[in-house]
T-cell receptor, first 111, second 108 residues
Framework: DAGVIQSPRHEVTEMGQEVTLRCKPI?????LFWYRQTMMRGLELLIY????????DSGMPEDRFSAKMPNASFSTLKIQPSEPRDSAVYFC?????????FGPGTRLTVL | GIQVEQSPPDLILQEGANSTLRCNFS?????LQWFHQNPWGQLINLFY???GTKQNGRLSATTVATERYSLLYISSSQTTDSGVYFC??????????FGGGTRLMVKP
C-alpha cells in the first residue's frame, strides 16, 4: 500500500484566499483524522471521521475551517478565508484499530 | 482532559549511547502510542503499548498505566534516530492527544 497520501505537499497562498488540502487514506481503514502542527501548539487534532461520518470536530479552530469525506478514499480540509495564523503543517492520518498512520503532511504558508 | 508531559524536552547523544525518554500522564490512560517524527517531518508509529513492554530492534517501550507513565528506550543510538519523539494517548473514539515531544539529536 502507498500509505496515506496528501496533496499538495506545500502550499503558499495570500491572506483571504481559499485553501483546500486533500487526503487519501489507506484502503480499508475506517477512521480518518486531520491534525495541525505548529511550534506554539504542537500537534492538535482538528476533526475525525468514522466510516466517512464526522464524529468530533471540536478541534476545528473556527468556522473558516471545514472538512468533508465524500467517500472512503478521499477527504478534504478547507480554509476559507485563510489567515497568516493558519500557517502550519497539516497532517492526515488513518487507522483500522488502534494504530494511526500519518501522511507526509501539507506545509501551508499564508502570507 | 488528560495532560501529557514528556521529558526531557531536548537530548543530545553521541552515537552508540543509550537513552530513556519518559512520558507522564495526569490520569490513568487506557492506551498509549509512541511516534517518531524524522527531520523531514514524517510521523512514524513506533509502538502501540497500553501496558507492559514491547521491543522492536533497538527500541523498546514500557507502559505502567496504574502509575501513569511510559518509557521509550533507545539502545546503541544511531544518527538516523534523530528527530522528535512523541507519546500520545487515545481518548474515546481513537482521538490522540500528543505530548510536547522530546527532540533528540544523535551526533556521529
Amino acid at each position: 500500500d502507498a500509505g496515506v497520501i496528501q496533496s499538495p505537499r506545500h502550499e503558499v497562498t495570500e491572506m483571504g484566499q481559499e485553501v483546500t488540502l486533500r487526503c487519501k487514506p489507506i484502503s480499508g481503514h475506517d477512521y480518518l483524522f486531520w491534525y495541525r502542527q505548529t511550534m506554539m501548539r504542537g500537534l492538535e487534532l482538528l476533526i475525525y471521521f468514522n466510516n466517512n461520518v464526522p464524529i468530533d470536530d471540536s478541534g476545528m479552530p473556527e468556522d473558516r475551517f471545514s472538512a468533508k469525506m465524500p467517500n472512503a478514499s478521499f477527504s478534504t480540509l478547507k480554509i476559507q478565508p485563510s489567515e497568516p495564523r493558519d500557517s502550519a503543517v497539516y497532517f492526515c492520518a488513518s487507522s483500522f484499530g488502534n494504530t494511526q498512520y500519518f501522511g507526509p503532511g501539507t506545509r501551508l504558508t499564508v502570507l | 482532559g488528560i495532560q501529557v508531559e514528556q521529558s526531557p524536552p531536548d537530548l543530545i547523544l553521541q552515537e552508540g549511547a543509550n537513552s530513556t525518554l519518559r512520558c507522564n500522564f495526569s490520569d490513568s490512560v487506557n492506551n498509549l502510542q509512541w511516534f517518531h517524527q524524522n527531520p523531514w517531518g514524517q510521523l512514524i508509529n513506533l509502538f502501540y503499548i497500553p501496558s507492559g513492554t514491547k521491543q522492536n530492534g533497538r527500541l523498546s517501550a514500557t507502559t505502567v498505566a496504574t502509575e501513569r507513565y511510559s518509557l521509550l528506550y533507545i539502545s546503541s543510538s544511531q544518527t538516523t534516530d534523530s528527530g522528535v519523539y512523541f507519546c500520545a494517548h487515545n481518548n474515546a473514539g481513537n482521538m490522540l492527544t500528543f505530548g510536547g515531544g522530546t527532540r533528540l539529536m544523535v551526533k556521529p
